[in-house]
């Protein structure tokens, strides 16, 4: 049984940072991942973790200021420098099939969803 939860979202300005956790259980050996989705728009990966090996994997749009990171039963995404665009619904997600986390349709395990609202 694979479940997760979210939470440490918020509104901040450009340019500051938030850090989202995410609570999980039946994750091990997993890809855990974070997904977005902006108002009107398809939910898209953002970061991924490869638990057994700690390999992460990031969208473009994000490297260089987003980090995913996991300790225990917590993956976190650490989000500096924030961009109006980083607006959106975060979204923890796990997948059993792990060969490539960074695949981002192998995903079938959802939170609830976390808002960041990025003002600038």
């Known amino acids: 049984q694979v479940q997760l939860e979210e939470s440490g979202g918020g509104p901040v300005q450009a340019g500051g940072s938030l850090r989202l956790s995410c609570v999980h259980s039946?994750?091990?050996?997993?890809?855990v991942a974070w997904f977005r989705q902006a108002p009107g728009k398809k939910r898209e990966g953002v970061a991924a973790?490869?638990?057994?090996?700690?390999s992460t994997y990031y969208d473009d749009s994000v490297k260089g200021r987003f980090t995913i990171s996991q300790d225990n039963a917590k993956t976190y995404l650490q989000m500096d420098s924030l961009k109006e665009e980083d607006t959106g619904t975060y979204y923890c997600?796990?997948?059993?099939?792990?060969?490539?986390?960074?695949?981002?349709?192998?995903?079938?395990?959802w939170g609830q969803g976390t808002q960041v609202t990025v003002s600038s």
């Open positions: 997600a796990a997948a059993t099939i792990n060969w490539s986390c960074s695949s981002w349709n192998i995903y079938r395990y």
């Open positions: 039946g994750t091990s050996g997993n890809c």
């Open positions: 973790f490869y638990s057994t090996s700690g």
